[in-house]
């Protein structure tokens, strides 16, 4: 992209501002919910991370795919502050729920691991 908008006469800085801008111009607000976390079973909704940018996964702790996926993501997130970035994960297989902690702790990921559903 910045190799067409050097053409155009354009910097990385003006770049920068026009995507915040169409960004910003089409983005909308999206509708509040909340979920509660495994850890401390506090909840957490999306107004609690009004000015964030929010990554969120759905995943489980059986699923291959989401544990090849988390290295990268977490490389991603260490970037940038938490106050800057929110990362969550919903936990789509209830029946795991038990596994869910156990994993967090022998992974060491950040993200914040939220229930699906009410806990039963």
């Known amino acids: 992209m910045l190799k067409y908008a050097t053409k155009l006469g354009k910097d990385s800085i003006l770049v920068d501002q026009e995507i915040g801008a169409m960004r910003h111009a089409n983005a909308e607000p999206t509708t509040n919910f ?42 991603v997130i260490k970037k940038f502050s938490t106050n800057q970035v929110a990362y969550i ?9 038990d596994f869910v902690i156990p994993f967090m702790r022998s992974t060491g990921y950040s993200f914040t691991a939220q229930f699906g559903q009410p806990p039963h």
């Open 34 to 75: 909340s979920f509660q976390t495994y850890e401390s079973g506090s909840k957490i909704s999306l107004e609690d991370l009004k000015e964030k940018v929010i990554l969120l996964t759905l995943w489980f702790p059986g699923c291959g795919p989401c544990r090849a996926e988390f290295p990268h993501l977490e490389s």
């Open 89 to 97: 994960g919903i936990n789509g297989m209830p029946e795991q729920d």
